[in-house]
T-cell receptor, first 112, second 112 residues
Framework: DVKVTQSSRYLVKRTGEKVFLECVQD?????MFWYRQDPGLGLRLIYF???????EKGDIPEGYSVSREKKERFSLILESASTNQTSMYLC???????????FGPGTRLTVL | DQQVKQNSPSLSVQEGRISILNCDYT??????FLWYKKYPAEGPTFLIS?????DKNEDGRFTVFLNKSAKHLSLHIVPSQPGDSAVYFC???????????FGKGTHLIIQP
């Protein structure tokens, strides 16, 4: 079974703080993704990576950055958290040879 | 512009009956379509997918139909069970390393 884990299920941060969200997958997948889910908006792609040290902007990258130093780990960074970044953050991974993405349990981030 | 649309925010179906969830897309470059199921405070779980070269894919109680000319797909659940109550997301991709483009979701409620 594919296992995607995220470092925290719930996180509360203050405006202006630097926030790190970590994601680890154990299936040796090449591609990894970060989405956010907001009520009435579905899931929106923030950033993705198709290989170590590679990154691509998704649909809503503003205010975020990412890091992929190892194949199994993909980090999402909020350089200076703002209240409009309060959301559910979902990490996913996928083999390069398949289209199905597998998701982690999500991190509910609240920025006060 | 919304490239994947789920026009029904919610759907209520009686237990044992058929649930039909609909999805429309506008981007003709999409060639792979997926359905995910999501419970509150959990990550999406992959349900079923279909390639653009097919018009039907079946897996147990779940069947996905694709009408390429109409740019429309639907998910049929027969028979509906209480555990099927969840939010269902339709997603599409052009393949390669691209992320998924999601609809806004349909909240399916199975009534006893």
């Amino acid at each position: 079974d594919v296992k995607v884990t995220q470092s925290s299920r719930y996180l509360v941060k203050r405006t202006g703080e630097k926030v790190f969200l970590e994601c680890v997958q154990d299936m040796d997948h090449e591609n990894m993704f970060w989405y956010r889910q907001d009520p009435g908006l579905g899931l929106r792609l923030i950033y993705f990576s198709y290989d170590v040290k590679m990154k691509e902007k998704g649909d809503i990258p503003e205010g975020y950055s990412v890091s992929r130093e190892k194949k199994e780990r993909f980090s999402l960074i909020l350089e200076s958290a703002s209240t409009n970044q309060t959301s559910m953050y979902l990490c996913a991974s996928r083999s390069f040879w398949a289209d199905t993405q597998y998701f982690g349990p999500g991190t509910r981030l609240t920025v006060l | 512009d919304q490239q994947v649309k789920q026009n029904s925010p919610s759907l209520s179906v009686q237990e044992g009956r058929i649930s039909i969830l609909n999805c429309d897309y506008t981007n003709s470059m999409f060639d792979y379509f997926l359905w995910y199921k999501k419970y509150p405070a959990e990550g999406p779980t992959f349900l079923i997918s279909i390639s653009s070269i097919k018009d039907k894919n079946e897996d147990g109680r779940f069947t996905v139909f694709l009408n390429k000319s109409a740019k429309h797909l639907s998910l049929h659940i027969v028979p509906s069970q209480p555990g099927d109550s969840a939010v269902y997301f339709c997603a599409a991709t052009r393949g390669g390393a691209d992320g998924l483009t999601f609809g806004k979701g349909t909240h399916l409620i199975i009534q006893p």
